[in-house]
């Protein structure tokens, strides 16, 4: 019987979590059971269904408002990986291109690039991004411009130590007796090569986006409310921690979730791709 191929089993995991919640954001505006942003004063604070005093009308109980909990967290599902993914794309687009210049081109084209990643690897990412969105305001293209400049030093320091490995094969060597220009050898000889490994970082990192965006909408720095993100949602259980716990609980659960699935993703994409580890 065939060895089973590595890292098989978190791929199905991960990629049944995170198409769940995918399809979730995608379809958020079908499936939700009420409009995440409706109040109603006379059924604020209602338990979840399985609590005393819940309801199958609202599954997952009510916030302070009244408004329904599951239909937040549905569109709130939207939100986070909108601004996930789009961060990450942003970050693996700056960062990819900035350490293939850095890795073919050397000189000091590679010392200024690699010493601006260093100085801004010197500062904590949520630091930085505090900083900025505190000065420039949260939105989601505030959010996913800082998360994104924020985090393009990590693909850049991959690509450029791989970029570097890289023009040393023979294959490369080959192409570059032929004439052929540094932009052809490096889309159609280098590139290929990167897109596995930058595959791994790029899903581990929209985990990290997610975390980031999160923890700004938490401390009030994300979207302003009533806009229906986790972080927004986990910050307004955090008030009522003690009377309707819920609210934070459920929010929680759900970023360990998604979180949790794209990790187990990117694990799954490493083995995979090297199976050595």
């Not at 098989?8 to 079908?30: E, P």
């Not at 693996?92 to 000189?107: P, Q, Y």
């Not at 009522?240 to 998604?258: C, K, Q, T, Y």
Request: net charge positive.
């Amino acid at each position: 019987m065939p060895a089973a191929a590595p890292g098989r089993g978190k791929l199905i995991v991960g990629l049944a979590l995170v198409g769940s919640i995918v399809l979730m954001a995608i379809l958020a505006d079908v499936i939700s059971p009420f409009d995440p942003y409706q109040q109603n004063l006379r059924l604020r604070l209602r338990p979840p269904m399985w609590n005393e005093g819940g309801s199958f009308a609202h599954t997952l109980g009510t916030d302070n408002f009244g408004r329904d909990l599951l239909s937040r967290l549905i569109h709130g599902s939207r939100l986070s990986v909108m601004v996930g993914v789009a961060a990450m794309l942003l970050a693996a687009s700056l960062g990819t291109l900035l350490g293939l210049v850095a890795g073919w081109r050397g000189g000091r084209a590679e010392a200024l690039i690699m010493r601006l990643a260093d100085a801004q690897l010197s500062i904590p990412e949520i630091l930085l991004a505090i900083l900025v969105v505190a000065a420039i305001g949260g939105s989601a293209l505030n959010l996913v411009l800082v998360l994104g400049i924020s985090g393009w030093m990590v693909h850049a320091r991959v690509v450029f130590g791989l970029t570097r490995s890289l023009r040393e094969r023979p294959f490369v060597e080959a192409a570059v007796s032929q004439g052929a220009s540094g932009a052809f050898i490096v889309c159609r000889h280098i590139l290929p090569h990167l897109l596995p490994v930058m595959s791994v970082v790029a899903t581990l990192q929209v985990a990290q986006m997610i975390l980031q965006e999160t923890a700004l909408s938490f401390l009030g720095l994300g979207l302003p409310p009533p806009a229906a993100t986790w972080g927004n949602i986990l910050a307004e259980g955090r008030e009522r921690l003690f009377v309707a716990p819920w609210i934070a609980n459920l929010a929680g659960a759900s970023i360990v979730l998604l979180v949790w699935g794209v990790n187990i993703l990117g694990n799954g994409l490493r083995e995979r791709f090297d199976p050595r580890g």
